[in-house]
């Protein structure tokens, strides 16, 4: 039997969390894996010294994690690792995925912010009415690190937007064009090897324009277009994802244009709302690649 560790982080160990981690674990189980969780401080040593002999490396690692510096250094020891640290390194930053995917998939406009350090701020504050002018009001700042959509902001003036960039001096960050027509709502495509196996609408119904379910939206099963599924695929190939949740807005005739990606999408909701078990799709799918048959 192939044996895998699931690396996790240390200090994520609410049910939130473990329940997935659970799931992946039974999902293992019905694939004839076994699975063993790691965290990064399991593996200090290991990692100290660089070297593992052979018979004690896995046979692959699932990565939960977005630790990736601790990925690159399990690959560095001749491991597999889903997602690939790379992979997981583009999705992780948003300027990142948005650089990477340049010209591949729609998106919506976006600038990155000029970088500045915490300790000197942002002196002048001129740039922020270009900014403006390009993509025009109302509009998204979001920092490049975040998630649950707790670090995405609606800014409506220049004043609101000038404040916003002060406060996030130190913090990577861009701006990009509010895509008003998908306001509330957004669609999650979870593909796993190249296909889509379940997705779902996200909607609010408390005029929050962020659809997510942590901003208090509700969701319901979704069947995509041909156009949706092809471009989400297109999406994981271009940045060598295994698997990945793959988010699209709708523009102004429901053209699917790229939110952002997730490599590694939490699936309770995906399950709860289409019963489809994202985590044993993928756990199938590294005993495919394993077993050569992917
Ligand atoms: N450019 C945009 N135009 C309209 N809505 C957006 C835009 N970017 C994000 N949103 C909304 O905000 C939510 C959170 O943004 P997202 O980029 O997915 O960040 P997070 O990683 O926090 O989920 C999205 O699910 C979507 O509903
Ligand atoms: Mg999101």
Redesign the pocket.
Known sequence: MKTGWLVVNHFLQTNKFTDLYDRLKKGAKQAGLSLLVKTGCDLLNEISSGFLKEQEKPDFVLFWDKDVRLAKALENMGIRVYNSAKAIEICDD?SLTHQSLAGVVPM?K?VIAPMTYESVGYTDLSFVETVGEALGYPM?I?ECF???????Y?VHTLEEAKEKVKSLAGTPFLF?????P?????IRLQVVGEKVIAAML?Y?ETG?????I??G?SMKPYEPTKEQRELAVLVCKTLGLDFAGV?F?FGENDEP?L??V?SNAHFKNLYDCTGVDAAAAIMEHIADKLEGRA
């Open positions: 948003k919506p976006t998204i979001k975040g998630s649950f959509g707790a670090q995405v609606l990009q064009k509010f895509i008003a998908s306001s509330g709502r957004d996200r609010s929050d324009f962020r659809a997510g942590t901003s939206g988010d807005l244009i939110c952002e997730n």
